[in-house]
């Protein structure tokens, strides 16, 4: 059995950002190798880009979506003031 590589990023005061998230969604879904052709790298690494932005854009709006539901939720159980506060996150 074989164990995969293991990288440890640590944040202060807070999680990683969305953009660190895209970056390392990218990352692990388009590999740019070393070997090729440097037309093939610039391609691949113009297509993992592409896949970055993508990924940012959908985790963006997955953050958005999951703050609606938790302030819905406060909101439906009487906690207007935790909900105005996540509001202006």
């Known amino acids: ?7 440890v990023t640590a944040t202060e005061n807070g999680g990683h950002s969305p953009e660190f998230w ?3 969604a990218a990352d692990s879904i388009v ?5 090729c052709h440097p037309v093939i ?7 993992q880009e592409a896949v970055k932005v993508t990924v940012l854009r959908y985790i ?7 703050r609606t539901t938790l302030i819905a939720e406060l909101d439906r159980q009487g906690h207007k003031d935790m909900a105005d506060i996540i509001r202006r996150l």
């Open 1 to 7: 059995m074989e164990v995969g590589s293991v990288i």
């Open 22 to 24: 895209a970056k390392s």
């Open 31 to 35: 590999s740019v190798g070393g070997n």
């Open 41 to 47: 790298a610039e391609q691949a690494q113009e297509f």
């Open 60 to 66: 963006k709006e997955a953050i958005k979506s999951d």
